[in-house]
């Protein structure tokens, strides 16, 4: 059993030298907004402001404060493991060869799955924005399969789907339903990783002003437009108006559309071997990327539940042009601008996705768990050309067959569940001497500051709503009860911290991660930790028919 936890230790010299050390601090930050800032603003928000109302602005600030903690756990991990591999690499470090396993075929998940609800979304807008020029493709070569044959099994009003189905072409007795550009995007996507790092940098900078610039223009146009009252409407189940018109349960069945924005971040830690002095460049690049990046969801947030009812974003899979359609503020030029820049918002995440994902297979690879064939670096680009193609195949397919709203809730998950166990693996590591021009990890002793913050909270939060407190146990309500269940869950792992971090004089950053992280995971319904579990259950089957027996580490302790 203790075989199934080893820990590898790393140390500076760990790191490749097949890959090209190219990226600057400002290029990681420009990588993280590129990242961040993508399908879950242009994309996703629209049905996080449908679930949550006006009052999805506090789950924005609750994933920047449990992201801001986790980034500054990463940042520890960067500093002391400066190689491929983000949380991959750091579970190896402090919880061992199972763990790292579980974290790295979670993180496959999130970049693999969370890439095709960005290509899905991808080709919304480019069909939408050549739609406002004119030009029409075929609806049945611009969405998949699965998303047609839903359409026409339940009913939905989506014309564009339902047309799909109606006029696709017949090949034997199946309707042929492709969705084409997307297909596309991830082919070219694929390609320009494929050939190099700094060719993606400097391609993705140029991207990533152009974007800043239309969402600071969407915010000062939009501004004029907003009217006060929409951010307290009319609640559905008491009659008042209310900041959070659906409550707080329905703030957090939000989460998955929220927090989706938010995944890309840890994709920066995959590019430590190929940024320079990456234990000092690293921790600023995430810290200053993040800030900016919830600041922007949250004047984006303001402006659109302000400019239009939250209930009219129902469906609304491009919220930041859909404000300025005639039926809302009516603004053309602005309706058209933002289609063409959700096209490049978009394209910059895919890249940055499509970055990481074959980083993951590399680090897993150069540790004899995956097949040595996914280490290989390209001689002239210096990529890992093999996992690149690869991963380009693993993402295309499933366009083929899987739908959007499948993907989010599955994607997330997988993201939040990384993340505790990277908070949590800190918590473990031993004490480092510092070293100038690093990151340090400041430690707060979390003793006593972290049972009375909690404690505290629970208090201040049964002040504002005692009635759910008061029905906590009840279980069985249809609307609350799932929800209930994971906060009395979360309240129980919270209080065994209290109690361990008392005994074990806990460092308090770490551990507010890790509680924050906790409790975005209680926004997630049984259907995703049932697809999480199957998922978890697959990499099992392979790491012991495969990643266990061919373990460098275990081969090294072996012959020790």
């Known amino acids: 059993m203790s075989q199934l936890f080893r820990r590898k230790i790393y140390s500076d010299t760990d790191t490749s030298t097949g890959l090209l050390r190219v990226l600057g601090v400002w290029d990681i930050v420009f990588f993280g907004i590129a990242a961040i800032i993508g399908a879950g603003s242009f994309s996703s928000l629209g049905e996080a402001v449908f679930r949550g109302g006006p009052g999805v602005i506090l789950l924005y600030l609750i994933c920047g404060f449990a992201c801001g903690f986790t980034a500054l756990c990463y940042a520890e991990f960067a500093s002391r493991i400066p190689t491929a591999g ?3 690499t750091y579970a190896y470090a402090s919880f061992g060869e199972l763990i790292a396993w579980v974290i790295g075929w979670a993180l496959i998940m999130e970049y693999s799955f969370g890439n095709i609800y960005v290509a899905f979304s991808w080709s919304d807008y480019f069909t939408s924005f050549l739609g406002r020029l004119g030009m029409h493709i075929p609806d049945y070569l611009t ?14 009003e989506n014309k564009e789907l339902l047309n799909a189905w109606k006029t696709a072409p017949l090949i034997g007795s199946l309707k042929f339903i492709v969705d084409i550009p997307a297909l596309v995007i991830n082919g070219l996507i694929t390609w320009l990783c494929y050939v190099g790092v700094k060719e993606s940098k400097n391609f993705n900078n140029s991207l990533v002003i152009l974007k800043l610039g239309v969402i600071v223009l969407v915010i000062l146009v939009g501004v004029s437009y907003v009217s006060i009252d929409n951010w307290t409407p009319v609640s ?15 703030v957090m069945s939000a989460v998955s559309g929220v927090f989706f924005a938010y995944i890309g971040f840890d994709a920066l830690s995959v590019l430590s071997e190929e940024t320079k002095d990456p234990q000092k460049t690293l ?5 200053i990327s993040l800030v900016l990046c919830t600041v922007i969801y949250i004047a984006l947030t303001l402006v659109l539940t302000g400019m239009v009812d939250y209930k009219k974003f129902d469906g609304v899979g491009d919220p930041l042009s859909f404000i300025f359609e005639k039926t809302n503020a009516n603004v053309a030029w602005m309706e058209l601008v933002v289609s063409f820049v959700a096209i490049v918002a978009i394209t910059t995440v895919l890249l940055v996705f499509q970055m990481g994902q074959p980083r993951i297979w590399y680090a897993m690879s150069r540790d004899g768990l995956m097949p040595a064939r996914f280490q290989k670096v390209h001689p002239k680009y210096k990529t890992p050309s093999y996992a690149t193609v690869v991963t380009g195949i693993v993402v295309g397919i499933p366009i083929l067959f899987t739908d959007k709203t499948f993907i989010l809730d599955f994607t997330s998950i997988g993201t939040i569940f990384a993340f505790v166990l990277v908070c949590a693996g800190v918590l473990m590591l031993p004490a480092k001497e510092k070293i100038k021009g690093r990151f340090h990890l400041p430690y707060v002793n979390g003793k006593i500051i972290f049972p009375v913050v909690f404690i505290g909270s629970l208090l201040v939060f049964y002040k504002w709503q005692p009635e759910f407190f008061d029905n906590l146990m009840n279980w069985s309500d249809p609307n609350e009860g799932e929800f209930r269940a994971s906060i009395f869950f979360f309240i129980i792992i919270n209080l065994i911290l209290c109690v361990v971090a008392f005994i074990r004089n806990l460092s308090l950053i770490p551990l507010v991660g890790l509680s924050s992280c906790l409790y975005l995971l209680t926004g997630m319904s049984h259907e995703n930790w049932f697809w999480f579990g199957m998922w978890f259950l697959i990499g099992m089957v392979i790491y012991f028919c495969y990643g266990y027996k061919n373990s460098k580490l275990g081969k090294e302790l072996k012959n020790n």
Not at 143 to 154: D, F, G, I, P
Not at 236 to 250: I, K, R
């Open 86 to 88: 983000s949380a991959y």
């Open 236 to 250: 559905p189940t008491t009659g008042t108006p209310s900041f959070m018109p659906n409550g707080f349960a329905g």
């Open 143 to 156: 969405c998949s399969y699965t998303e047609a044959r839903k359409a026409v099994q339940y009913g939905s």
């Open 283 to 287: 921790p600023k690049g995430m810290i």
